[in-house]
């Protein structure tokens, strides 16, 4: 395949907003692709190298293409999937003296080469960014579209071993055998689990019914394997993070089953065995340096809340209720997420505020009956926390991407300070399609610097933020960061005036966070 008809395929994708032509866009690519190409197309069209990482990053592909800003652009473009997979393996093999330059050159070809359009194609591919409003969940239907097979075993097997190009590689050209022959594996991870929220836990009771309610701790969701003495951690993205984590390591070896895959999360302990901040642990969790240093400094400790594969058994389609007892048979009392059945909203009420009262994050409640609907955000279980509003100016906001494409979208948040204000993070969750057509006007017409991606505004607009936490940051030059921020609307009655102070936002970090 001519790489110009996977992107004209990206762009015809990125310029609907129906799903259904998006889907049939991108099925219609993919069933053109010959076995040799199917791993190539599917990897692009999510914006990843089927190589990884191949040493050249935005500051030299930029480079590259400010010198050729004012080249004239070729009228067509013979290259193939092949010719710029052969060019990217070449450029990952590149190494010793002069690589830089090297793969400058080779790179450089390349973009020679190509068309305006391949040229924006391939720069996205290499950082990451091919934003066409196709999410997983819509190439996993264009597969399915394109081999003729039902969507939901398409995305069962996905949901089996979160391997975007592996699926649809196995559906293409296997088909409907290929895709039944997934099954969990010890050692690939799953796509996790997720949660709907529940504003109370009246809400959740009446939704669920009976329920299973868990402390919710503020920490770094894993997913741990084990096969006898081999064990090994994965991140909420699938992410090997093994070697950062030797103490969760050496908990789950210590373990008396044969093999298992546990779902959990990771809490940094302090010098006084207390959990820290969520911001600590995920620092400590990301070290992959000098890590018995860090370790020294601050401890990890899993606990888990599922178990999906245990002793040869597959768990995923086993009843919530099943999954626990088999959890609390394996694993030690100390790695247990504390947790009561109910269908009593006075006892679950009464679990909620004892976990508030620990300082911990909120609760979830499960449908004792579910299935583990791994990748799948699903009502059966909802999380339950506090919901804390802020009022805070709107400073910037950044133009979006897929769907989103020629609006503002991602606001750029801050708070009073003496005469100015401080930025304490972003969002662009909250939003309507009338919101993001209002705001994209209204923001314009207090911009004071419009660059290529990001708008600068005068401080005018004051918008109502629901956030989950605020932590310690050393990105902003508050020193505080939100968490969880999501627009509630903008306040048109409210002057920048009346918005909410640094301090004021220090002093919810302390009473979220006390003795912190």
């Known amino acids: 395949m001519q790489l110009r008809e996977l992107v004209d395929a990206s762009v015809a994708t990125g310029a609907t907003r129906s ?58 473009s013979t290259l193939s999937l092949a010719d710029v997979n052969a060019c990217f393996d070449e450029i990952a093999a590149v190494a010793g003296r002069g690589s830089k330059a090297r793969r400058g050159a080779l790179l450089g070809d390349l973009l020679d080469r190509s068309t305006r359009a391949e040229q924006a194609f391939v720069v996205r591919v290499l950082i990451g960014e091919v934003r066409q409003g196709a999410l997983e969940g819509v190439m996993l239907d264009a597969v399915a579209q394109a081999a003729g097979l039902p969507a939901a075993d398409v995305r069962r097997a996905h949901m089996l071993c979160g391997d975007l190009g592996r699926v649809a590689t196995a559906g293409l050209l296997g088909g409907a055998a290929a895709i039944a022959g997934f099954r969990i594996e010890v050692f690939v991870p799953l796509q996790p689990m997720l949660a709907q929220t529940a504003q109370t836990v009246a809400e959740a009771s009446e939704r669920l019914g009976e329920a299973v309610f868990e402390t919710k701790l503020d920490g770094v969701r894993v997913q741990a394997h084990k096969r006898g003495d081999e064990v090994r951690v994965y991140t909420r993205k699938l992410h090997d993070a093994t070697a950062g984590v030797p103490e969760i390591v050496e908990a789950v070896r210590a373990l008396p089953v044969e093999s298992a895959i546990l779902d959990g999360e990771v809490l940094g302990l302090g010098p006084d065995g207390k959990p820290v901040p969520f911001q600590e642990t995920m620092s400590r969790f990301a070290t992959r340096r000098n890590v018995r240093a860090a370790r020294a400094t601050l401890t990890l400790r899993p606990v888990w809340f599922d178990v999906l594969y245990l002793n040869g058994e597959e768990l995923i389609d086993t009843p919530q209720r099943d999954r626990s007892a088999a959890l609390l048979a394996a694993v030690p009392e100390a790695q247990q997420v504390p947790q009561t059945t109910t269908r009593s909203v006075e006892e679950a009420e009464a679990f909620y505020d004892a976990v508030l009262e620990e300082g911990q994050e909120g609760v979830m409640a499960k449908d004792p009956a579910a299935p583990y609907a791994a990748g799948k955000r699903g009502a059966a279980w909802l999380k339950v926390k506090p919901v804390h509003t802020l009022d805070l100016v709107v400073l910037a906001a950044e133009w979006g991407h897929g769907r989103r494409k020629g609006w503002l979208s991602n606001l750029h948040l801050g708070a009073r300070d ?99």
């Open 19 to 76: 799903r259904k032509k998006k889907i049939s866009t991108l099925a219609a690519v993919l069933a053109a692709l010959t076995p040799e190409e199917v791993p190539l197309g599917v990897a692009w069209l999510s914006g990843k190298m089927v190589q990884g990482r191949i040493g050249v990053g935005y500051a030299q592909i930029k480079e590259q293409l400010d010198a050729r800003i004012d080249a004239p652009e070729i009228a067509t």
């Open 418 to 516: 003496g005469d100015g204000f401080v930025m304490l993070g972003k969002t662009f969750k909250g939003m309507t399609d009338a919101t993001l057509a209002w705001q994209t006007e209204a923001l314009q017409a207090i911009a004071t610097d419009a660059g290529e991606w990001t708008v600068q505004v005068r401080p005018h607009w004051v918008v109502e933020i629901a956030i989950g936490d605020v932590q310690r940051s050393t990105q902003y030059p508050g020193g505080l960061a939100l968490r969880f921020a999501r627009l509630r609307g903008y306040r048109h009655d409210r002057d920048v005036s009346s918005s909410a102070t640094l301090e004021e936002v220090r002093a919810l970090y302390d009473a979220l966070h006390p003795g912190a």
